[in-house]
């Protein structure tokens, strides 16, 4: 297996062409040639982790598909919708650190980053390395926050108890059953000349290797199920929210079953496995202790976050103008919950926006904000007013998630002063409405340097252009491998006549979206403004592009290396 040509085959769907190249390895070891595996090298392992595919070695892999995948036009870099994953992804984070699920070597050297793969399909897959994956798809059929945590504790856990290199042991283990059984049947043709005898032979070994595959991967993902369904508990969600989402995912194969839920195939929703979700429910509550973190989001705002997916994961014009038809009624106002109804709402502001058409943009917002207001409680379901005890009240994070959409909706129309008069609540904003008392949101910083960025907004020297780098540059330093921030980072410099830092945050950019010899290009051209005199140097910054350069140079060298030995 090449690590960093997983996902080149541009004609299959990016988490089709992620897999098939783990696969390949990992699922089918018997179809793997003894060349192949000899390059791969991988050693036999025991029941926790391989000496040789150390935890480095996984990083190393990971890092290298993720190169692949940042690349491809499936990958999504949706600052808002990326923020919601991180509301619930961190949270877990935080309790299996506690819970001792996360071990400190992990939690320092593996990624554990989420991103977001446009695509219909109901998925979501761990990578090596800590990377997760998550399809809209998913995103948009989960009805609770607590369902779409119950996949992503799902998928850390994978990470955490290292079954990618579990699997890739038990792989080379049953690759020796399918290739004695392959060994034998040869010499059977050989000697007879009967080529079904040895065919069978070969089904037959290779059937023996497939089915310990399968048998492991079921216990691999019973048990990420188990400390998965844990996590969730102590992170403050649901943990019915696992049961109920396998249940989902069931009746939605049920009902429409296209191919679209690889997520069923690739993780067994059998009776007995929604069943062990149940059961584990109802021990819960013998054993229950309060959760030791929690996550700031609310219902609303998953809500959001749904109809966000759904509206994004298709953006053709008749796809568009489907949603947009949602701010009529739609469905009958007195059987629709709220959650239902701030959704479609913000699906039809949403798909108004890209469609241009401002005033139903407006309208649809207003709808919204009206239901985030808790202010049309005459037609909340009755549903909604038994579940909360009450009649609905004000979701301070529903309003934030309208507000985002509307800036980002007032700058496509070109209005960046009404954009700022919108956003400036939300840069002062701190506590339970910021995603992290100790950093800025990532979604209002990087709508705040587009609209510093206006043409006409600001002079060349604005204090607004200054502090919109300042905070860009204070963040690309914890988030170095945030390729958007760099971008955004560089034409911010660019706009103030930093030359020199705007080359810097250009090949930063490439380099964390994979883009190395991109990367290297604009480095040079860094090193040639520095040497020419043109301007005043900015001596450490000519210091750091040539140490980049070195370093970036060096890992693309070895890359290359690694390719050619790979072939």
Do not use: C
Not at 240 to 254: D, I, K, P, V
Request: net charge neutral; hydrophobic share 40%; glycine share 8%.
């Amino acid at each position: 297996m090449r690590p960093a040509a997983v996902v080149r085959d541009a004609s299959r769907p990016l988490l089709q062409r992620v897999m098939v190249g783990l696969l390949g390895v990992s699922l089918f070891g018997s179809v793997v040639s003894p060349a192949a595996q000899a390059q791969v090298n991988l050693p036999a392992l025991g029941d926790t982790a391989s000496e040789d595919f150390n935890i480095g070695t996984e990083r190393h892999l990971g890092d290298a598909i993720m190169r692949d995948i940042r690349r491809d036009p499936d990958y999504l870099d949706d600052p808002i919708l990326l923020e919601y994953l991180q509301s619930l992804w961190q949270p877990l984070l935080a309790a299996a650190r506690l819970r001792g699920d996360l071990g400190e070597e992990l939690s320092q050297r593996f990624a554990y980053q989420p991103f977001l793969v446009r695509d219909r399909s109901v998925n979501a897959f761990a990578l090596p390395g800590g990377y997760m994956g998550v399809h809209l798809g998913l995103m948009a059929i989960t009805q609770t926050r607590d369902e779409l945590a119950s996949v992503m504790a799902h998928e850390m856990t994978h990470i955490n108890q290292r079954h990618i290199a579990r699997g890739f042991a038990n792989s080379k283990r049953q690759s020796l059953i399918s290739a004695a059984a392959m060994i034998i049947g040869v010499l059977a043709a050989t000697r007879s000349g009967g080529g079904d005898a040895a065919n069978a032979m070969i089904a037959g070994g290779q059937a023996v290797g497939i089915q310990g595959q399968l048998n492991f991967s079921r216990d691999m993902e019973r048990e990420a199920d188990r400390i998965g369904s844990q996590m969730m508990s102590s992170a403050g969600f649901e943990p019915a929210g696992m049961a109920s989402m396998f249940e989902r995912l069931q009746q939605s194969s049920r009902l429409n079953d296209n191919g679209g839920y690889p997520y069923l195939r690739s993780h067994p929703l059998t009776t007995e496995r929604i069943g062990e979700a149940r059961a584990r429910l109802g021990t819960a509550g013998l054993t229950s202790t309060p959760p030791l973190v929690s996550s700031p989001s609310t219902a609303l705002e998953h809500s959001a976050a749904l109809a966000r997916a759904r509206v994004l994961m298709d953006t053709r014009v008749d796809s568009l103008r489907r949603w947009q038809g949602l701010d009529g009624e739609g469905r009958a106002a007195v059987n629709a919950t709220l959650s239902e109804r701030f959704a479609d709402a913000y699906s039809s502001a949403l798909a108004s926006s890209l469609l241009r058409d401002w005033a139903r943009a407006d309208a649809s917002m207003k709808k919204a904000l009206d239901v985030a207001h808790g202010g049309s409680t005459a037609v909340a379901s009755i549903a909604d007013v038994a579940a909360a005890g009450a009649l609905p009240q004000r979701d301070l994070r529903a309003e934030r998630s309208v507000t985002l959409l509307r800036v980002e909706s007032l700058l496509q129309r070109g209005e960046p002063v009404q954009a700022q008069a919108a956003l400036a609540p939300l840069m002062r904003t701190v506590g339970p409405l910021a995603p992290d008392a100790s950093t800025t949101s990532r979604p209002v910083m990087l709508l705040n340097a587009r609209i510093a960025l206006v043409p006409g907004r600001s002079q060349d020297d604005s204090p607004p252009l200054r502090s919109s780098a300042d905070q860009l540059q204070t963040w690309v330093a914890s988030y170095p491998d945030d390729a958007e921030a760099w971008s955004m980072l560089g034409r911010v410099s660019a706009q103030l006549g930093w030359a020199l830092r705007s080359l810097r945050a250009e090949a930063e950019s490439r380099y964390a979206s994979g883009d190395l010899p991109g990367a290297i290009d604009r480095l040079k051209a860094g090193q040639r403004l520095a040497r020419s005199g043109s301007s005043a140097v900015d001596f450490v910054e000519s210091s750091v592009i040539d140490s980049r350069l070195r370093t970036i140079g060096a890992q693309r060298r070895q890359l290359l290396t690694e390719q050619l030995g790979y072939q």
